[in-house]
């Protein structure tokens, strides 16, 4: 794993441990206590809050990807009707949850890959043709 991956998936932790309402600096750095944390705080809200059933579009097959892990971390099994197309997926969950933690929680893990993939993307780009884009310059 290269220093800028490592800083990623650092950084992706750090994300889900804001998530996960850590009560001390020690609980945010153990990310197996994060995603045991948010799965209890899933399971509070069921009791609260029935599960109902969402679809959830993803714009590209990585945010699909990313969605889909995030799901399975945290014990929510993803699903989809026939004749759907793959970027709809479906799920069962408490509206608040997918409200207070899950959404917000990807969309912020979203725009982190995103930005990577956007850089390394622009690094290839330029090595490979000997100059950047200028119209990609300003991202």
Sequence with gaps: MTEEERRLVEK???????YARAGTEGERA??????ERI?????ELEREDPAVEFRIRV??????RLLLALLRRYGIEPYRYSGQRS??????TP???????????YQQLN???TRHF???????IARALGESDPALAGR
């Design 39 to 43: 799965r209890g705080r899933l399971r």
């Design 12 to 18: 992706l932790l750090r994300i889900e441990a804001l």
């Design 87 to 92: 970027t709809s997926v479906m799920v069962r």
């Design 30 to 35: 153990a990310a197996g206590s994060a995603r």
């Design 59 to 64: 714009p590209d097959a990585w945010s699909g």
């Design 111 to 113: 725009d982190e890959l």
């Design 118 to 124: 956007d850089e390394v993307t622009q690094r290839v």
């Design 95 to 105: 509206r608040r949850f997918l409200d207070e933690v899950l959404m917000p929680e």
